[in-house]
């Protein structure tokens, strides 16, 4: 079953916010491979974070992932105006891969 | 520079087929796996299928098991999806994206394109 993320989460210029993606023992719980994809409207998807913590080159330094448990976590520190769209987990599921059904994060 | 580009995308008449198609450049094909995610308007991402670098190990949501074909030719760089008995919820549009061979992760993805299943 899909991951379960916030449906939304907002936040001021310069503040951080923290996105949830729990799943369960077969899924989050089990692998070290929780990625991160962001996407505004009419755009493909982003990788943001991969193997929970990895950030892939050209990434800033403000998106960090963690993980606790079944729960992955995404953090956007010094929130900016261009940060705001919309973010999907994603985990390795044993051969297959299952999706969160998203969060917006909206910059106020 | 690593690009993906998807085609094929239609509309097409429910209980038909279609075959779409994603083709690479820029990285050395065969040592990547490739993924099929789709989106339906207005909603998420869901994964649909993927299928190793050498072509020889295929996996497939439950969603499309039995009715869709992943398959790729090295040699052309390219990766197909064959699409059978479409039906409404299959409208989406489709993207094409690039993983390295033993990773779990969508590294790179195409624009996406749009298949459409309405009579």
């Known amino acids: 079953s899909a991951l379960t993320q916030p449906r939304s989460v907002s936040g001021s210029p310069g503040q951080s916010v923290t996105l949830s993606c729990t799943g369960d023992?077969?899924?989050?719980?089990?692998?070290?491979?929780v990625s991160w994809y962001q996407q505004h409207p009419g755009k493909a998807p982003k990788l943001m974070i991969y193997?929970?913590?990895e950030r892939p080159s050209g990434v800033p330094d403000r998106f960090s992932g963690s993980k606790s448990g079944n729960t992955a976590s995404l953090t956007i520190s010094g929130l900016q105006a261009e940060d705001d769209a919309d973010y999907y987990c994603?985990?390795?599921?044993?051969?297959?891969?299952?999706f969160g059904a998203g969060t917006k994060v909206s910059v106020l | 520079e690593e690009q993906l580009l998807e085609s094929g995308g239609d509309l097409v008449q429910p209980g038909g087929s279609l075959r779409v198609s994603c083709a690479a450049s820029?990285?050395?094909?065969?040592?990547?796996?490739m993924t099929w995610v789709r989106q339906a308007p207005g909603k998420g991402l869901e994964w649909v299928s993927t299928?190793?670098?050498?072509?020889?190990?295929?996996y497939y949501a439950d969603s499309v098991k039995g009715r869709f074909t992943i398959s790729r030719d090295n040699s052309k760089n390219t990766m197909y999806l064959q699409m059978n008995s479409l039906t409404a919820e299959d409208t989406a549009v489709y993207y094409c994206?690039?993983?390295?061979?033993?990773?779990?992760?969508?590294?790179?993805w195409g624009q996406g394109m749009l298949v459409t299943v309405s009579s």
């Open positions: 820029g990285f050395i094909f065969s040592n990547y796996a």
């Open positions: 994206a690039n993983h390295p061979t033993g990773t779990a992760y969508f590294d790179y």
């Open positions: 023992s077969g899924d989050v719980g089990d692998y070290d491979q």
């Open positions: 193997d929970v913590t």
């Open positions: 299928i190793n670098g050498g072509g020889y190990n295929t």
């Open positions: 994603c985990a390795n599921a044993g051969g297959s891969y299952v």
